[in-house]
């Protein structure tokens, strides 16, 4: 091969970059809150009320001045006149005097002339009066706004809408949300030997476990998948598989990226195709394929389903979400193999706050990837010795 004109051997953060070139940000739309599960928030989100709206109380119990309750104690209980009640959306109407109390109860409004609370456990009487056996305490009060105030931006562009996110939305005051386009992501197979689940197998054929990981993956990052199914290893087929991906923002594939004689995705990118990058620096994953068909970016992964699913979750899935990987620092409890030419993402298992060495980490044991819970990076050249601590990559 001539020297190429297209990178060769990029690093992981390169080969992000590349693609985050390729995939510009969707434009926004506008959703109910019901709909907008998963997806990501496209502008800043500010509070169109304060929470809590006014002064509330933490417990039940009764309302009452401090003042007229510092000497309440077990053995000469304060008593008082209770005037009311103050419930959560019926709030006591009139001003507490002193000697006075309202029952209140968790939730309600702090009636004008009350600052404390004194809770049901610690009260005695009925009908109009009621004995204190303990002073009322300020503390037992949530103030207005302690959770956040009206025009406070509390969520930002850019943040994934989980189930709580939405739930604050609807807190802010917010019926529907911003949110940017989903994705729609062309998902194809290549390769001779890979068959769907299900179908008889012959000699050297192996079930497509990409689709389905990826599939998943895909539907995880909020995207829509286009399902492109499978091409063989024929030029002219897989040409033909890439021309069914028109409207797609991405054509993501598996397989056909390598250094073998049947490697096609990568000759027709090479011949007919644009390249923006070949083969990154880490492992697994070592030969993906970044270019363009037709103005359509498209993303050639290995054929391994490790090294598939790996590149997904360091390259592709940061750039299709705008979120870096879920990171944590703790200690190798193990020793971790360094390389001396690429970034190592080692499978591991976790337990007691700490990594361990998974063991086999061969890219065609895909076992490995279900029973490990992260990948420990080990930057090129800089093994990792017991008791070191290291960065985690949670799978």
């Known amino acids: 091969m001539t020297r190429p004109d297209f990178p060769m051997h990029v690093t992981v953060q390169e080969a992000r ?32 009320v304060s929470h809590p709206s006014a002064t509330e109380s933490a417990l039940d119990g009764i309302a009452a001045r401090e003042a007229d309750t510092q000497d309440a104690c077990p053995a000469a209980p304060v008593w008082l006149r209770v005037v ?6 019926l709030p006591f109407v009139g001003v507490v005097g002193p000697g006075e109390c309202v029952r209140i109860y968790t939730g309600a409004p702090l009636p004008p002339g009350t600052d404390a609370i004194c809770p049901v456990e610690q ?13 009322a305490r300020p503390g ?15 969520l930002r562009a850019g943040v994934l809408l989980t189930p709580a996110r939405l739930a604050l939305a609807a807190a802010l005051g917010h019926a529907q949300v911003p949110v940017r386009r989903r994705r729609r992501v062309a998902l194809l197979a ?3 030997e890979v068959v769907p689940p299900g179908q008889p197998l012959r000699p050297g054929q192996v079930y497509d476990a990409n689709s389905v990981g990826l599939h998943a993956l895909l ?29 797609a923002d991405l054509l993501l594939s598996s397989g056909g990226v390598s250094m073998g004689k049947y490697d096609f995705l990568r000759d027709l990118l090479l011949a007919r195709g644009e390249v923006s990058f ?14 363009r068909w037709n103005g359509l970016p498209v993303f050639g992964l290995p054929g391994n389903p490790v090294s598939s699913l790996v590149v997904f979750g360091v390259i592709v899935r940061p750039v299709l979400t705008g979120q870096a990987p879920p990171t944590l620092r703790l200690r190798a409890a193990t020793p971790f193999a360094a390389l001396p030419d690429k970034t190592a993402f080692w499978r591991a298992i976790l337990q007691d706050g700490a ?17 490990a819970q992260a990948l420990v990076v080990v930057p090129q050249g800089q093994p990792v010795a017991a008791g070191e601590e290291v960065e985690v990559l949670l799978l």
């Open 84 to 89: 009311g009640e103050s419930r959560a959306g």
């Open 278 to 291: 070949w083969k990154v620096r880490m492992r697994p994953g070592g030969p993906a394929l970044l270019g």
């Open 219 to 247: 539907a995880e990052c909020g995207c829509e998948v286009v399902p492109l199914g499978h091409a063989p290893d024929s030029p002219e087929a897989l040409a033909a598989s890439l021309e069914q991906a028109g409207g």
């Open 190 to 192: 290549t390769g001779d």
């Open 123 to 135: 009260l005695s009487g009925e009908g109009d009066r009621v004995a204190l056996r303990r002073p």
């Open 355 to 371: 990594a361990h060495d998974y063991g086999a980490q061969g890219s065609g044991i895909l076992r490995s990837l279900s029973e």
């Open 140 to 154: 037992d009060v949530r103030a207005e706004g302690g959770d956040f105030l009206a025009g406070a931006v509390v």
């Open 17 to 48: 970059a590349h693609l985050a070139v390729l995939l510009p940000v969707p434009p926004p739309e506008t959703l109910p809150l019901l709909q907008a599960h998963g997806r990501t928030l496209a502008a800043d989100l500010p509070a169109l």
